[in-house]
């Protein structure tokens, strides 16, 4: 069964005063419904996205105690919004060996990506756009996305440097893939499905009903997901593809203006995601700290803003880990893949399904305190 | 409507992105066009209820076949690289000759033909289908028929994986001698 | 009634157009708004001030694409499992953990011997195989 925001929301009254008003077209009313949360969504996450880089450049100036931003409005607070009048107002420059096609559909690619991920993003309980059986799944897929634009972006250009990053891009990209996806193999086993709906509902209550203290294997499978993530991302430890010191700026050098701005907009709204889903799969997701069963409203604006406070912090840890971890080397990045990640991984699913089996999938908690 | 909608629009997209592959010249942009197919296909599965195959569909086709194909190209050195090998014929290869397309036509004529008489019985005798309201999740039935009916299938799957990662393990690497 | 399967393909569709739309806007927006004085200067590929030279389209490592081999094995891999540990929740409760525990271990550990078998070969090392042998060529 799939669940969206129309199915959750036909459940009130004022649905049926709404339908009146589209003379009974549930089809055109869906429409218009997903057009009006996709636009909301969308703003804020480009939002969430701007105040990316505010955080990051004030957290960075924080951390080598200095100021950071604090001209452009209070506390420096409008300088997303300098910073993206700037970026439409620059000229647009392409090299002129460029591969035109490629060079603009590399940061399309990259928005398509992010942007069909926030498909599945579970908000609430109630205010996932459309909770897919697939979810997980898909969300990993689409994402992939990405990937193949770093590597075409830096193709494209036909500068030396772009084409390394694309390259490296693409490889880390999709090494990490198998890490992330294989931890999040071991919550599906746990969970019994793969939709987000169905993974959420299950760590309703107090941090140790979250899937991160299910059991040892889970705790692991945590930090395995979010170091993958990061480098899926290109965020610093693994920002190999965009590395400044060593490749001016990787896949992104050529790009100039708007076109630049939809690259780094992706990538701040893609750090979002990921903390997000490692919030849903790992940190209880939006579940309220109690265990009630009412289903009212406004209470799903609470659930919504329990969530994004938990992605929030995780993407200050992110950023944290930035500012904080010199850059890998490539050699170093393949290996800490494929020799620690991707067998640590394994052994996490393999002990996952084990304690299934033999503690007939109670978790650590319910095994102490008997429950 | 919606559903009918998305299908036409996703076998626009395979087919016109198919037309397009074939056509241009450049090799990436050949690739680039592979994927919109690729995504198109995904769409119609999509649209007939197989959730969890058009998701595998771009999991393994957008997300590694394709960037696979990309790193191949520049095994070669991007779209610049010519070939000086030759086909059978003593010709130099190229976007094809008269007897390509008469070879290729004739295959693809064979083929048709078998298909659509293999295929007709089919049509005639299955009960038509429509798009139904509740349609159940694909993927438990899939768990299920994976774990029980097919579960020779699956690990024998798993073996032939295995054989392909060794057997591109070795061709991949360098040779001791060279 | 909408169907509710469909129903939720509906949200990625307007997704992925609002993004298609954003970025046209945003192109266009940038051909109105910003200045435009190309030159041939300006459009040559950065290579630190030097004037280019030749193209950057050239022949890359082999490593690439054996890391994307190797991925494509265990996506497939991947893809194969994510049905079967869904249904594994379902499968344990109705007292058939045992046998999905057997069936998925052995489809795993295959798995495992896989990734063994490149570690131990020295495919998932980035640089040593290579230099070892060339190396050795040199001896």
């Known amino acids: 069964m799939n669940q969206t925001i129309v199915s959750y929301l036909s459940k009130y009254e004022f649905y049926k005063t709404l339908l009146g008003l589209f003379g009974g077209n549930e089809s055109l009313l869906a429409f218009v419904i997903y057009l009006i949360v996709a636009l909301i969504i969308i703003g804020f996450c480009a939002t969430v996205g701007g105040l990316g880089t505010f955080a990051e450049r004030k957290i960075s100036a924080d951390l080598q105690a200095r100021i950071g931003p604090n001209r452009v409005g209070p506390y420096g607070l409008l300088q997303m919004l300098a910073d993206g009048i700037k970026l439409i107002t620059k000229e647009d420059i392409m090299p002129y060996a460029a591969d035109k096609f490629l060079f603009y559909l590399a940061p399309l690619l990259a928005l398509v990506g992010v942007f069909a991920t926030l498909a599945v993003f579970p908000w609430s309980s109630g205010f996932a756009m459309s909770d897919l059986n697939v979810g997980v799944f898909y969300l990993v897929a689409i994402s992939s996305l990405v990937g193949l634009a770093v590597f075409l972006g830096g193709y494209s250009s036909n500068s030396k440097w772009s084409m390394l990053g694309g390259m490296r891009g693409a490889s880390q990209i999709i090494s990490y893939e198998i890490p992330v996806t294989l931890s999040i193999l071991a919550i599906v086993l746990l969970a019994g499905g793969m939709g987000f709906g169905t993974i959420v509902a299950q760590q309703k209550g107090l941090p140790f009903n979250w899937f991160i203290f299910h059991n040892p294997f889970t705790f692991i499978a945590f930090f395995v997901f979010f170091t993958g993530a990061l480098a899926e991302t290109n965020r610093a430890p693994f920002d190999l593809p965009e590395a400044e010191s060593e490749l001016v700026s990787g896949y992104n050098t050529e790009y100039t203006g708007m076109r630049f701005g939809f690259f780094a907009l992706a990538e701040y709204i893609e750090v979002f995601v990921v903390s997000g889903v490692a919030v849903a799969l790992f940190l209880g997701g939006s579940n309220l700290p109690v265990n009630i069963e009412v289903d009212f409203l406004p209470l799903q604006f609470v659930e919504v803003i329990i969530f994004v406070t938990k992605a929030a912090l995780l993407y200050y840890v992110v950023i944290w880990i930035r500012w904080t971890l010199p850059r890998l080397r490539v050699d170093q990045l393949m290996s800490i893949c494929w020799k620690y990640l991707t067998p640590i991984a394994i052994f996490n699913l393999v002990g996952c399904a084990i304690w299934m089996v033999a503690f007939n999938g109670k978790s650590l908690a319910e095994l102490i305190f008997g429950h | 409507m919606f559903v009918q909608i998305l299908f036409g629009l996703s076998a626009l997209l395979t087919v016109g992105c198919a037309i397009a592959l074939a056509a241009t010249k450049n090799i990436m942009h050949s690739c680039v066009f592979l994927l919109g197919t690729l995504l198109g296909v995904a769409g119609l599965y999509a649209t007939l209820g197989a959730d969890f195959v058009a998701t595998a569909q771009i999991m393994v086709y957008v997300g590694g076949v394709v960037i696979l194909m990309l790193f191949a190209v520049m095994l070669t050195g991007g779209k610049d690289f010519v070939s000086k090998a030759q086909n059978l014929l003593g010709l130099a290869p190229t976007m094809g000759n008269k007897w390509t397309y008469s070879l290729a036509g004739l295959v693809s004529l064979v083929f048709i033909l078998t298909n659509v008489k293999l295929i007709s019985s089919i049509v005639k005798t299955a009960p038509a289908k429509t798009f139904t309201n509740e349609m159940p999740s694909t993927v438990s039935q899939l768990g299920h028929l994976l774990i029980k009916d097919h579960v020779l299938a699956f690990e024998l799957s798993s073996v032939l994986l295995l054989g392909a990662l060794i057997g591109a393990a070795i061709i991949a690497r360098p040779k001791k001698n060279q | ?139």
């Open chain 3, 1 to 139: 009634m909408t169907p509710a399967t469909f129903d939720g393909l509906m949200p990625i569709v307007i997704l992925m157009a609002i993004a298609v739309l954003l970025f046209l806007g945003g192109h266009f927006l940038s051909v109105y708004l910003a200045p435009k004085k190309p030159s041939h200067l300006k459009s040559t590929p950065y290579e630190c001030g030097e004037e280019p030279v030749g193209t950057a389209w050239s022949m890359f490592n082999v490593r690439f694409y054996v890391v994307g081999l190797i991925f494509i094995i265990f996506d497939v891999e991947s893809v194969l499992m994510f049905p079967v540990a869904a249904i594994f929740k379902e499968m344990n409760e109705m007292g058939e953990g045992g046998y999905a525990l057997i069936v998925f271990l052995s489809f795993v550990s295959i798995l495992i011997e896989g990734i063994a078998y490149c570690w131990k070969k020295g495919d998932l090392d980035w640089v040593k195989s290579f230099q070892l042998t060339a190396n050795k060529n040199k001896k």
